[in-house]
């Protein structure tokens, strides 16, 4: 009896014999259609070149325009947002400046109340070495809680870092993120009265109001501080501003009881019929708060021009 042994079958066999077949019998390449479609991504990768070129000269152009517009908000990204200072997330360089062994960055060089290590900061941007051009944008941009190295010096009442930030291009008008308030109204706060003065021979702006349009001179007035009233007083501040309330400088003035700082604003021209919003001029809050002295100066037909 014969015996029937089934043929293994090659798995391949028949694919190969097929592509085989296929390669044999396909069709020759086309070589000018392949040399147009390396032309036409030689095109794009040329115009792809030409255009991030012209991206990188209008982003140039645009920071040198946010930078002649408005040098004086704070330092800018391409987007006209104000940037901040990126915190340290190294542990070995967190640790190394712990330790004084690295130079710390100029927010942390304030914070510390180092006088050198906060001039090593400055140096270190106004002057970061050869080949490197130095990024002033740096002494005015904000921490991660909104605050310019100056207004952190200001805060700390700390007359040379001040000093020393003013005099390498610290901006003095750059206000708190959280408020508004400029380092000059929080020298007012502090009644640091040399700090002002310095800030004001840097040109600081004396009416510049926080977001509820609290200027320099209600906060000196509020304080009961004549001495800083006089000094805003005698760089044209305005004495009738009002805040978001409709007080003005008087207004603040007799809710705090400062009868000196009502006399010299009078003496200013300061106009004591000016109402808020609820209709209440300064001599009905006098009246209110039951303050003889002042009621008195403000019914007086005294002219104190």
């Keep these: 009896m014969v015996k029937v042994v089934p043929i293994a079958s090659d798995p391949d066999g028949d694919d190969a014999r097929s592509d085989a077949s296929s390669s044999i019998h396909s069709e020759p390449v086309d070589l000018e ?25 209008r982003d140039d152009v645009l920071k040198e325009v946010l930078a002649a517009v408005m040098p004086d908000i704070g330092s800018y990204d391409i987007d006209g947002m104000a940037r901040r200072a990126q915190p340290e997330k190294s542990k070995f360089k967190i640790w190394m400046r712990l330790l004084g062994l690295m130079d710390l960055e100029l927010h942390e060089a304030v914070l ?3 006088e050198r290590m906060t001039r090593r900061a400055i140096k270190n941007i106004m002057k970061p070495g050869k080949g490197k051009v130095p990024d002033y944008t740096l002494m005015n941009q904000y921490d991660e809680e909104g605050r310019t190295p100056l207004s952190i010096a200001v805060k700390i009442k700390n007359y040379e870092m001040v000093m020393d930030l003013l005099e390498n291009e610290a901006l003095p008008d750059i206000c708190d993120e959280s408020t508004g308030r400029t380092p000059l109204m929080f020298s007012v706060q502090n009644n640091t009265m040399d700090i002002s003065k310095i800030l004001l021979k840097y040109n600081a702006s004396v009416d510049m109001p926080d977001f509820q349009c609290v200027t320099p001179l209600m906060l000196a007035v509020a304080n009961r501080d004549i001495k800083h009233c006089e000094l805003l007083c005698t760089r044209l501040a305005e004495v009738d501003a009002q805040d978001e309330n409709g007080w003005t400088p008087l207004h603040y003035a007799v809710l705090n009881d400062a009868p000196k700082c ?30 003889g002295e002042c009621i008195a100066i403000l019914s007086s037909s005294q002219s104190y021009f």
Excluded at 33 to 57: C, D, H, P, Y
Excluded at 267 to 272: D, F, K, V
Excluded at 277 to 287: E, F, M, Q, V, W
Aim: charged share 35%; no cysteine.
């Design 262 to 291: 009502i006399v010299h604003l009078l003496q200013e021209g300061a106009n004591r019929h000016i109402r808020d919003i609820n209709k209440r001029r300064p001599l009905d809050l006098a009246r209110f708060k039951n303050y």
């Design 33 to 57: 259609a392949q040399a147009e479609l390396e032309a036409q991504q030689e095109s794009v990768k040329k115009r792809s070149r030409f255009i991030n070129a012209r991206n990188k000269l």
């Design 112 to 114: 510390s109340g180092s």
